[in-house]
């Protein structure tokens, strides 16, 4: 059974930084095709905010480019999400998200409030 841990999420005002981190238990990282963040806002959808592939690729959501960056340690079997000038429409549940194949995995989010 795959399970994801997210922590570092919090409140913090306008222009401050987060990092949020995601270990993975019971995967095997060569099957692995992407690891990233998705995030919620009330009333919205699910959206990509970042992800890193199993070839080292990054993708980021337009907002967020230059702002956010998302890493991966194989050997910590954790990902990453630095989140700096942050603003307050980054407010929303965080999830990590692994993919393995077809297959999605999900952690249980974690909470990312910015206040003005």
């Known amino acids: 059974q795959v399970q994801l841990v997210e922590s570092g999420g919090g409140l913090v005002q306008a222009g401050g930084s987060l990092r949020l981190s995601c270990v993975a238990s019971?995967?095997?990282?060569?099957?692995?095709?992407?690891m990233g963040w998705y995030r919620q806002a009330p009333g919205k959808q699910r959206e990509l905010v970042a992800e890193?592939?199993?070839?080292?690729?990054?993708n980021y959501l337009d907002s967020v480019k230059g702002r956010f960056t998302v890493a991966r340690d194989n050997g910590k079997n954790t990902v990453y999400l630095q989140m700096n000038s942050l603003k307050p429409e980054d407010t929303a549940v965080y999830y990590c998200?692994?993919?393995?194949?077809?297959?999605?995995?999900w952690g249980k989010g974690t909470q990312v409030t910015i206040s003005t």
């Open positions: 890193v592939t199993g070839s080292g690729n990054t």
């Open positions: 998200n692994v993919r393995i194949w077809i297959t999605n995995y």
């Open positions: 019971n995967i095997i990282f060569r099957a692995v095709n992407a």
